[in-house]
């Protein structure tokens, strides 16, 4: 694989990583804010980052193979 096919995979599953953490974290504000002793702030902090890394890792397996089809 060459390099701008590399780059192009990393890309991909930087912004679709951003984009499933973002979903995670409105998410886990708006169940926050209704009901404010659900999750304290350090919990939606530690979450999104963790769905951040599995997702990101997730993401750069997939990619290859959706790109290469």
């Known amino acids: 694989m060459d390099k ?22 409105g998410v886990a504000i ?4 209704g009901n404010p002793d659900t999750f304290a702030d350090v919990d939606i902090v530690a979450g999104s980052i963790f769905v951040f890394l599995l997702s990101f890792i997730l993401f ?6 959706l790109v290469e089809e």
């Not at 708006?30 to 804010?33: D, E, K, Q, Y």
């Not at 750069?60 to 193979?65: D, E, K, R, T, Y």
Request: no cysteine.
């Open 60 to 65: 750069l397996l997939i990619w290859p193979m």
């Open 30 to 33: 708006s169940i926050n804010n």
């Open 4 to 25: 701008k096919k590399q780059n192009k995979n990393r890309i991909l599953a930087l912004a679709s990583s951003i984009i499933t953490t973002t979903l995670f974290s």
